[in-house]
């Protein structure tokens, strides 16, 4: 296959699967993001690897274009290298939550490809986080690119990219990671400060 066929194959991948999108669990984060403004909860933007990365970006995108207090965890370096170090990965995300002093006003958003799987031990800090959160009656929603993880079995909302590519699940998950949060960031109902461009 050269690389203009390859190219042109993924592009339409990623047309499929914007098809199949469920445009309803959106609209239901929607509805819970305007609910935590109106509350005055924070949302805690969580994830590792590339939607690490996605988290960073859309805490910027929540702040500004939105109102509401955002954050990502893993923004602070030093903190998640220190707490790793002394303490191990798999409690990173409950450590740094409780000493944020994550309540029930607040809501933790999760972007995984998988979401977590507590048996295999993949991200079992999701999970840990997860836990957290319900026990704390914490609203849970997420982004994943599986149906059969942990996040979108313990979530209230949560919208499973369609895994219709088992091959390129990770690079089409974190695609549409973006391509939702920026969606739902320009929802009229919770947008509140244009882009500039």
Known sequence: MNSLSFSQQFLEEVCDIAEKIDTKVIDEVVYELVKLRERGGRLFILGVGGSAANASHAVNDFRK??????????????????????EGWNSFFARWLEVSHLNSNDCIF?????????????????????D?????NV????????????????????????PLFPERVTPHSEAFQAVVWHLIVSHPSLNQTKTKW
């Open 139 to 162: 609203l849970v929603m997420g982004i994943v690119g599986r149906e059969e993880g942990y996040v979108q079995t313990k979530a209230s909302r949560c919208l499973v990219v369609p």
């Open 65 to 86: 274009l939105t109102n509401i207090e955002t954050y990502a965890p893993t923004d602070n370096v030093s903190e998640l290298t220190a707490r790793t170090n002394d």
């Open 110 to 130: 999760i972007f995984s490809v998988g979401g977590g799987n507590r048996e295999l031990n993949i991200s079992a800090g999701i999970c840990d986080a997860v």
């Open 132 to 136: 957290l959160a319900l026990a704390r």
